[in-house]
């Protein structure tokens, strides 16, 4: 069975800190999806990760992916409150279709 | 931007009772699942569906479930016979191919009573 753990699964942060997600999985997948979901809404999709050694950047934001460590790590850059939401990550079991198992998710708080 | 859109966007049902959960894909998407998350919990996987079959479920969809796309933009989901533990968040996603990313719809709260 596949596992996706992320830590920590809280984070609070004052704005203009750098910190970072870790997600850590059990299986071989190069298929891995960041997700943001603000309290009692749908999940946006962040990035998508498809090969080892993968970056990339949106804003504040960075992922990569090592496939080979099975770890994806997801960097705040000098955090604002508008990031406060909770950050879920997805590992593609590659079977049929798009079978994501998502971890615990980390709930980010951003305290001005 | 186009969007997944689901209906109700809450709905309410007493144990036993069958339910039945509306969602419209983005149109030009083939690929489309649904998803559920119980209160404060991680969103588990439900069940695929590509080509008007179902491609993969998972242990949660057992034989009280259904999915169906009765025409060209519906996909429903139907609980036959809903639990208390049935209660959660169902999500519907749709993704055009087999690597992008899913979009998801804002969900349906369901509350067994």
């Known amino acids: 069975e596949l596992k996706v753990e992320q830590n920590p699964l809280f984070l609070s942060m004052q704005e203009g800190k750098n910190y970072t997600i870790y997600c850590n999985y059990s299986t071989t997948s190069d298929r891995l999806y960041w997700y943001r979901q603000d309290p009692g809404k749908s999940l946006e999709s962040l990035f998508v990760l498809l090969s080892n050694g993968a970056v990339k950047q949106e804003g504040r934001l960075m992922a990569s992916l090592d496939t080979k460590a099975r770890l994806s790590t997801l960097h705040i850059t000098a955090a604002v409150h508008d990031l406060s939401a909770t950050y879920f990550c997805a590992v593609d079991e590659e079977t049929s279709g798009s079978r994501l198992t998502f971890g615990e998710g980390t709930q980010l708080t951003v305290n001005p | 931007e186009p969007e997944v859109t689901q209906t109700p966007s809450h709905q309410v049902t007493q144990m036993g009772q069958e339910v039945i959960l509306r969602c419209v894909p983005i149109s030009n998407h083939l690929y489309f699942y649904w998803y559920r998350q119980i209160l404060g919990q991680k969103v588990e996987f439900l069940v695929s569906f590509y080509n008007n079959e179902i491609s993969e479920k998972s242990e949660i969809f057992d034989d009280q479930f259904s999915v169906e796309r009765p025409d060209g933009s519906n996909f429903t989901l139907k609980i036959r016979s809903t639990k208390l533990e049935d209660s959660a968040m169902y999500f519907c996603?749709?993704?055009?191919?087999?690597?992008?990313?899913?979009?998801f719809g804002n969900g349906t709260r369901l509350t067994v009573t």
């Open positions: 996603a749709s993704s055009g191919s087999y690597n992008s990313p899913l979009h």
